[in-house]
């Protein structure tokens, strides 16, 4: 069993950063991808920001330039830089991970951006 567990998410102004983090613990013997997803109220979940095997990473178009994701393959940690943050941000963040083909997602972690 793999477990995933946020932290970092909280309260800030517009403009301002957060750094998501996110550790994967259990059996883990091959990682193909993590990442970060985030639900907006009344909203569907989607991609936020990934890593595949190998370095590659994926970008919404809405946080290109803003947000930067990077991993530490020895702590099996997933990290999100969130800079320049705007209102349309606001929203529960989940980790997510591929392990030999099977999905894990964390519990999530809420990011507010208000005045």
């Known amino acids: 069993q793999v477990q995933l567990v946020e932290s970092g998410g909280g309260s800030v102004q517009p403009g301002g950063s957060l750094r998501l983090s996110c550790a994967a613990s259990?059996?883990?013997?091959?990682?193909?991808?993590m990442g970060w997803y985030r639900q907006a109220p009344g909203k569907e979940r989607v991609l936020v920001a990934r890593?595949?095997?190998?370095?590659?990473?994926d970008y919404a178009v809405s946080v290109k330039g803003r947000f930067t994701v990077s991993r530490d393959n020895a702590k099996n940690t997933v990290y999100l830089q969130m800079n320049s943050l705007k209102p349309e941000d606001t929203a529960v963040y989940y980790c997510?991970?591929?392990?030999?083909?099977?999905?894990?997602w964390g519990k999530g972690t809420l990011v507010t951006v208000s005045p």
């Open positions: 997510h991970t591929i392990i030999r083909a099977t999905p894990y």
């Open positions: 259990g059996i883990i013997d091959s990682i193909d991808v």
């Open positions: 890593i595949i095997s190998g370095g590659y990473t």
